[in-house]
């Protein structure tokens, strides 16, 4: 089997802490994500991040991982038996296996800590996998529903592990937050010896869009107002993902002032939604008619405005 350097893959130091593995592992995810990603080879990226991750994030595995030692990325290798013996079930037999299943049926394990679940004597705990999931701002306001394409590793009759694709659907609730996970439980890697199957954890990525900003559950808006609407208050249509409503300018509005739109922005399960927030710009004509140049210049001669006025 070929080597892989899994530091090497997310760009961390081997004395990273697990923090920053996560952390890390958040920002490739997102970036080689094959349904964001412009990568020519996002998808093989994105694999391979996940793979890292699924191995480093695991203190047990990790410790396996470090025992190996470090070697030149596809290099070719086989654990030494003493490596075997103590972390797998000495049988050795590595020549159909890929590298990531070395470490997918360690002896003992509970994946995450077990997160507080174990099974009969003997059994082992299915693996836990973390899947990012992009979704759009509009899917993150009325829930949506995604399926979810997973490579997990299942072990056979005999103990040894191996590749499986499975697709696995997931409801999304209304109103999750950019990086919030949500846990599918049951729906991981499948459990040996009555062991209980292993979860599926969701980090939700919002998409960018054309029109609002997310802050946890508050939306931004850019929202150009007129020199005359600004100076003289308005009532102008503001888009919400819920629909437009009308929005009330006060008199002399300034560049950068925030208007809240309360409850207009993601929803909450509990308690109250977020805000929508338009944040005023001034937009000035880019083409002016006689008339208009006339009517400025008019205002010009006979206001006494000074913007500069603090300059001193």
Do not use: C
Not at 62 to 85: C, H, K, M, N, V
Not at 180 to 190: E, F, I, N, T
Not at 231 to 254: C, F, I, M, S
Not at 271 to 289: E, N
């Amino acid at each position: 089997m070929k080597f892989k350097d899994y530091y090497a893959i997310l760009g961390v130091g081997r004395d990273a802490t697990a923090d920053d593995i996560k952390k890390r592992y958040r920002i490739l995810a997102r970036k080689y994500h094959p349904d964001v990603s412009k990568e020519p080879d996002a998808e093989r990226q994105f694999k391979d991040v996940a793979e890292a991750y699924a191995t480093l994030k695991d203190p047990e595995k990790r410790a396996a991982y470090d025992q190996l030692g470090t070697r030149r990325p596809g290099e070719d290798f086989r654990p030494p038996p003493e490596w075997s013996t103590r972390f797998g079930d000495g049988a050795g037999a590595f020549e159909d296996m890929d590298f990531a299943d070395l470490f997918a049926g360690l002896a003992g394990r509970a994946a995450q800590g077990g997160r507080g679940r174990r099974g009969p004597a003997g059994a082992m705990r299915g693996q836990d996998y973390e899947v990012t999931v992009p979704i759009t701002l509009e899917e993150a306001f009325h829930g949506t529903e995604v399926s979810l394409d997973l490579t997990t590793t299942e072990l056979d009759g005999h103990g040894l592990p191996h590749r499986t694709p499975r697709r696995v659907k997931a409801r999304i609730p209304k109103g999750p937050t950019d990086g919030q996970v949500l846990r599918l439980p049951g729906q991981g890697g499948r459990g040996r010896n009555g062991g209980p199957d292993g979860d599926v954890y969701l980090t939700i990525a919002l998409r960018p869009h054309r029109l609002y900003r997310a802050s946890g559950r508050d939306l931004f808006l850019d929202l150009p107002v007129a020199p005359w609407e600004a100076a003289l208050g308005a009532a102008v249509k503001v888009p919400t993902l819920a629909g437009p409503v009308e929005l009330k300018v006060p008199p002399g509005t300034r560049a950068g002032q925030q208007l809240r739109l309360a409850g207009r922005g993601l929803p909450a399960p509990e308690g109250a939604a977020g805000d929508l927030h338009a944040v005023v710009q001034i937009a000035l004509p880019t083409t002016l008619s006689e008339r208009e140049k006339s009517l400025y210049q008019d205002l010009a001669a006979a206001s006494n405005f000074d913007p500069r006025r603090h300059f001193g």
